[in-house]
């Protein structure tokens, strides 16, 4: 029994370590470059693991993985630390992170940002003004609140322990609730 257990565990990652550097499914379309099979294994699992369908996003990203990068996304592209994909399951929450900036970029309007800047808080949508932190962001705080809205596990390193944590603001329903308004079935709940 602990050992059909143990496999159907690591089932995501060997399949992922099957599956070639482009992927399109509910984990979306996306091309990596870098890291190992193993790291590379850990972003789709990332990915798989979330109810959400990351064929939202309307464009193939590059994901790039390096040792020592600092994790962040622009438009299409995301940079990933093999470090922290190094630390398995730890990572995942991060990787959803970075993606739902993608999520942002390609599939929401201005007026979709102020809404939820009004609903997650934060001082302005984007980074623009010195000094702010992370947590200042609307961008930061909608990118978290998804990772853990749709993944909301014990695992997820950024489930919130308060209302002031980034995903804390708006609980994972009606979080849910309110992007799938904004973006219809792409936004549904698939778990």
């Known amino acids: 029994m602990a050992f059909s257990r143990c496999v159907l565990r690591l089932l ?16 979306g379309s996306y091309v990596s470059d870098g ?3 193993r790291e590379r294994a850990q972003v789709r699992a990332a990915l798989d693991v979330s109810a959400f369908d990351w064929n939202a996003v ?6 790039h993985v390096r040792t020592g990068a600092q994790s962040r996304s622009t438009p299409g592209q995301i940079w990933l630390d093999a ?6 399951r730890y990572s ?50 909608f990118a978290s609140t998804l990772a853990w809205a749709y993944w909301p596990s014990k695992d997820n390193a950024l489930r919130p322990h ?10 994972p329903a009606p979080f849910r609730q309110l992007l799938q308004r904004m973006m219809g079935r792409m936004a549904d709940f698939h778990r």
């Open 12 to 27: 995501p990652v060997f399949l992922a370590l099957a599956i070639p550097g482009h992927a399109l499914a509910v984990g």
């Open 35 to 37: 890291g190992t099979a």
């Open 58 to 63: 309307r464009a193939t990203v590059r994901i």
């Open 83 to 88: 470090r922290l994909l190094d630390r398995g």
């Open 92 to 141: 995942w929450g991060f990787v959803q992170h970075e993606y739902a900036h993608q999520v942002d970029f390609h599939d929401l309007s201005t007026s979709q940002r102020s809404v939820l800047l009004g609903r997650l808080g934060g001082k302005e949508w984007w980074w623009g003004k010195v000094g702010l932190a992370h947590r200042d962001h609307g961008c930061e705080r």
């Open 162 to 171: 308060s209302r002031r944590d980034e995903s804390g603001a708006l609980a």
